[in-house]
Nanobody
Framework: QVQLVESGGGLVQAGGSLRLSCAAS????????MGWFRQAPGKEREFVAA???????YYVDSVKGRFTISRDNAQNTVSLQMNSLKPEDTAVYYC???????????????????WGQGTQVTVSS
């Protein structure tokens, strides 16, 4: 079993920045892809970003150039630096692991086996 705990959400004005962090514990698999998904009110959960153990990263088109995902394999953590935030980035953000990237244009993933509890990000206009 894997536990994922997110932190770093909050309220920010448009154009601002936030950094989300996720710590994995339990039966962790350092070789697994780790990533972030988000769910806005009334919408389905969507992929945001992922990073392989090698450091290769993937992003949904809407966040490219604004968000940066990184991981620390020794600490089993993954972070998401979010810059130039927009109101449409408002959502609950979920950390996830144990999933596969099956396509890259656009990025498509399998359903993750493990999810965090989610952290709210609100961007005001």
């Amino acid at each position: 079993q894997v536990q994922l705990v997110e932190s770093g959400g909050g309220l920010v004005q448009a154009g601002g920045s936030l950094r989300l962090s996720c710590a994995a514990s339990g039966r962790t698999f350092s070789s697994n892809t780790m990533g972030w998904f988000r769910q806005a009110p009334g919408k389905e959960r969507e992929f945001v970003a992922a990073v392989r153990r090698s450091g290769i990263s993937y992003y949904v088109d809407s966040v490219k150039g604004r968000f940066t995902i990184s991981r620390d394999n020794a600490q089993n953590t993954v972070s998401l630096q979010m810059n130039s935030l927009k109101p449409e980035d408002t959502a609950v953000y979920y950390c996830a692991t144990s999933f596969a990237i099956v396509a890259t244009t656009p990025v498509t993933t399998t359903q993750p086996d493990y999810w965090g509890q989610g952290t709210q990000v609100t961007v005001s206009s």
